[in-house]
């Protein structure tokens, strides 16, 4: 099996101390919005769809006025995920799923690019934007990143997995309820040959290295989870259900730390 790891946006929020954990306070930060290229038999998956290239030619509408201040994007046209596919020698119309952790602006923007691709999320997620947005998710969910009317592909957790609600997509990808940052948001997991299990974990957390290895994240991350997140008892049970997978040596990644280790000793 192959993973390519994409970093489909950056992004340089004010205060790399804040953010980033060291460095500056003054000069701005850098975080990534982290896809994974996965092949699934003949095809491909795209978890995650970072920034896409409508974003890009068009960040305000799509994007809004407050992410473009808050997180400060670079906006980069090398960095939407069906350049990179092209990149890698991969044809883009080979990406035929596309599976998302949740719909905020810097998950979604990229399906856009492959309108053709089936788009998989948790029910409980596409209750919030189908039929139409529901009115609390306006300030933060943007129809115009899907005005191009995806495949949607609403999937009910109806199995388990490590004791969550669970569904398997495929022979190698699953979504698990990670609920807590906004309301169905999910993992997605990847069964890997003769390796353990690696799991994205969207924004349930914002920073492996410490979140789910005993530290604390930085000041600003913390900041930015208490404001985002809609539920703090579910987002809290989450990152302990993370803890434990790290715990049994399964690999963690999450969407926006930089320069991720794999957590596994792997
Ligand atoms: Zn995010």
Same mark, same amino acid.
């Given at each position: ?7 489909? =946006?950056? !992004? ?10 060291? =460095?500056?306070?003054t ?10 290229? $996965? ?7 795209? $978890? +995650? ?5 409508a ?13 473009? #201040?808050? %997180? ?5 046209p090398?960095?939407?995920? &069906? ?8 044809d ?5 799923? @596309? %599976? !998302?952790?949740?719909?905020?602006? +810097?998950?979604?923007?990229? &399906?856009? +690019?492959?309108?053709?691709a089936?788009v ?8 919030? &934007? @189908? ?7 306006? *300030? #933060? ?17 109806s199995?388990?997995?490590?004791? #969550? ?14 609920? =807590? ?8 997991? &990847?069964? *890997? ?5 690696? @799991?994205?974990?969207?924004?349930? %957390?914002?920073? $492996?290295?410490?979140?789910?290895? =005993?530290?604390?994240?930085? !000041? ?16 809290? /049970?989450?990152?302990?259900? !993370?803890? /434990?997978? %790290? /715990?049994?040596? @399964? ?7 930089p ?6 000793? #792997?």
């Open positions: 099996m192959t993973i390519h790891h994409l970093n489909c =946006g950056t !992004l340089h929020p004010p205060s790399q101390l804040l953010v980033n954990g060291r =460095g500056s306070l000069a701005p930060a850098t975080l990534v919005c982290h896809c994974l290229v $996965v092949q699934t038999g003949k095809y491909w998956t795209l $978890v +995650d769809a970072g920034l896409g290239s974003d890009l030619r068009n960040p305000r509408d799509r994007l809004g006025d407050t992410f473009l #201040r808050r %997180v400060r994007p670079a906006l980069n090398a960095e939407p995920a &069906i350049t990179q596919v092209q990149a890698l020698g991969i883009t119309h080979d990406v035929r799923s @596309i %599976v !998302l952790t949740h719909h905020d602006v +810097d998950h979604v923007g990229g &399906i856009a +690019d492959f309108p053709w089936s998989y999320a948790s029910r409980a997620q596409m209750d919030l &934007i @189908i039929p139409a947005l529901r009115k609390d998710m306006v *300030r #933060r969910l943007h129809p115009v990143q899907w005005s191009h009317a995806p495949q949607w592909k609403p999937v009910t957790l199995e388990t997995w490590r004791s #969550r609600p669970s569904f398997r997509l495929n022979d190698s990808l699953s979504l698990v309820a990670l609920d =807590g940052h906004i309301e169905g948001h999910c993992a997605v997991v &990847i069964d *890997r040959e003769n390796k353990p299990p690696l @799991i994205h974990a969207g924004d349930a %957390v914002m920073d $492996v290295k410490t979140e789910l290895f =005993g530290g604390r994240a930085p !000041l600003g991350l913390r900041a930015f989870q208490h404001m985002t997140r809609t539920d703090a008892r579910a987002w809290r /049970e989450s990152r302990a259900w !993370l803890k /434990e997978c %790290v /715990e049994d040596g @399964i690999d963690v990644i999450c969407a926006h730390e320069h991720p280790r794999l957590s596994g000793a #792997r």
